[in-house]
Nanobody
């Protein structure tokens, strides 16, 4: 059974930091591109960042310089370090494994002004 489990969300003041984790079960992790997406209330899910098995990284423009994606293949875990958080970063953050198409259940991030 394949699972992606996100953790690390919470409530933080603007300017604060959070570190999200995505723990994967199964043997697929090291060959998948891992991605973080987010969905704000009333909005579509949007890409935040991706990291390939070779650690090629892509960021959405709105997080460049503030967020850092990483992965630890030995721990089957992907991370998203979020600094300088803004109220507009509020939403549910989801982990994705591509091209397998697996999604986690999401973790809520709330940034207060």
């Amino acid at each position: 059974q394949v699972q992606l489990v996100e953790s690390g969300g919470g409530l933080v003041q603007a300017g604060g930091s959070l570190r999200l984790s995505c723990a994967a079960s199964g043997s697929f992790f090291s060959i998948c591109t891992m991605g973080w997406y987010r969905q704000a209330p009333g909005k579509q899910r949007e890409l935040v960042a991706t990291i390939t098995p070779g650690r090629r990284i892509n960021y959405a423009d709105f997080v460049k310089g503030r967020f850092t994606i990483s992965r630890d293949n030995a721990r089957n875990t992907a991370y998203l370090q979020m600094n300088s958080l803004r109220p507009e970063d509020t939403g549910v953050y989801y982990c994705n494994a591509a091209p397998a198409g697996f999604w986690g259940q999401g973790t809520q991030v709330t940034v207060s002004s």
